[in-house]
Every structure is written in structure tokens, then in C-alpha cells.
């Protein structure tokens, strides 16, 4: 049987150069205000990745 244990996501973000701090600060915290991730909190891993453009 498949058991899931981690999901990564993946943002990749074409932003203006000057942006990019405040892109790196939302992604600090953003997983706390996202339903999806908050329902699998404690059962199933959820990494993000965030690269600029």
C-alpha cells in the first residue's frame, strides 16, 4: 500500500528583483494561513520550495 509522508511544493515566482524580499518573507510564514497544509499538520509532512524568477 502507498503511504504518503512528505509533500513539496514547488513556487517558482517571476517577480521584479525588487520584490523579492517581501516573496521570501510571505513564504517564511504562509503555510501557517494555508488550509491544505494546516489539515495535514502531524500526518503528513509539507516542505516548500521557493525560487525567484
Do not use: K, N
Request: with cysteine; charged share 30%; proline share 6%.
Amino acid at each position: 500500500m502507498l503511504v504518503i509522508r512528505r509533500i513539496t511544493v514547488r513556487y517558482r515566482l517571476r517577480i521584479p528583483p525588487e520584490r523579492h524580499d517581501d516573496a521570501q518573507r510571505v513564504h517564511g510564514f504562509h503555510a501557517r494561513f494555508c488550509p491544505v497544509a494546516r489539515s495535514l499538520e502531524g500526518g503528513i509532512d509539507v516542505r516548500t520550495e521557493l525560487e525567484l524568477v
